[in-house]
């Protein structure tokens, strides 16, 4: 069984860091592209960033380019969200998700999420 847990959430002033972390077991990581996704409240889920089984390819949505980073540690079995230069905007649930390639097959697996507020 597939198991996707989120960490690394919580409360950070605008312009701050965090970093999310997503532990994946049930599955052969190493293989698989992992996505991260957030939904604020009152809004549908959204797409965040992409990443391939290698780490080489990543993809971005637009208004997270540039200050946030998709990376992953195979060994670990782990994905990570880097977020820098938060915004007020920023606040939501992250979900990491697996998918089959950076390029094919749907996410699927969701995790529990992890909660980021941003304050003012």
Request: aromatic share 12%; glycine share 10%.
């Amino acid at each position: 069984q597939v198991q996707l847990v989120e960490s690394g959430g919580g409360l950070v002033q605008a312009g701050g860091s965090l970093r999310l972390s997503c532990a994946a077991s049930g599955l052969t990581f190493s293989s698989t592209a992992m996505g991260w996704f957030r939904q604020a409240p009152g809004k549908e889920r959204e797409f965040v960033a992409v990443i391939s089984w290698d780490g080489l390819t990543t993809y971005y949505v637009d208004f997270v380019k540039g200050r946030f980073t998709i990376s992953r540690d195979n060994a670990k079995n782990t994905v990570y969200l880097q977020m820098n230069s938060l915004k007020l905007e920023d606040t939501a649930v992250y979900y990491c998700a697996t998918k089959a390639t950076i390029h094919t097959g749907e996410y699927k697996n969701w995790g529990q999420g992890t909660q980021v507020t941003v304050s003012s």
